[in-house]
Nanobody, 127 residues
């Protein structure tokens, strides 16, 4: 059974940092596209960052424009984890953050394209 579990959320002041971790289990996700999305109250789920397999042991990352230069996605295939390092946090980054996996080497910024989801972790940034 495929399972994704997020951790690392919490309350932080503006300008601070948090590191989210997604632990995947049930199979190897080496060839999968992995992503982080977020959803604020009353808003649609939006893309944050993804990591796609580009061959051999190489991966490429894509970030949403509003987190570019602040957030970094990384993955450790030996541990089956995907992290999201968030720096320079802003109040508008407040949301529930979700980890997602797609059974494809091709990434997507659309949440509809991801088959597996975690339960989410709350990130709250105070001003």
């Amino acid at each position: 059974q495929v399972r994704l579990v997020e951790s690392g959320g919490g309350l932080v002041q503006a300008g601070g940092s948090l590191r989210l971790t997604c632990a995947a289990s049930g199979r190897s996700f080496n060839g999968y596209a992995m992503a982080w999305f977020r959803q604020a109250p009353g808003e649609e789920r939006e893309f944050v960052a993804n990591s796609r397999w580009t061959g051999e042991n190489k991966y490429a990352a894509t970030n949403a424009d509003d987190v570019q230069g602040r957030f970094i996605i990384s993955r450790d295939n030996s541990k089956n984890t995907v992290d999201l390092q968030m720096n320079g946090l802003k109040p508008e980054d407040t949301a529930v953050y979700y980890c997602a996996a797609r059974a494809s080497r091709y990434s997507s910024t659309r949440y509809e394209d991801y088959e597996y989801w975690g339960q989410g972790t709350q990130v709250t940034v105070s001003s």
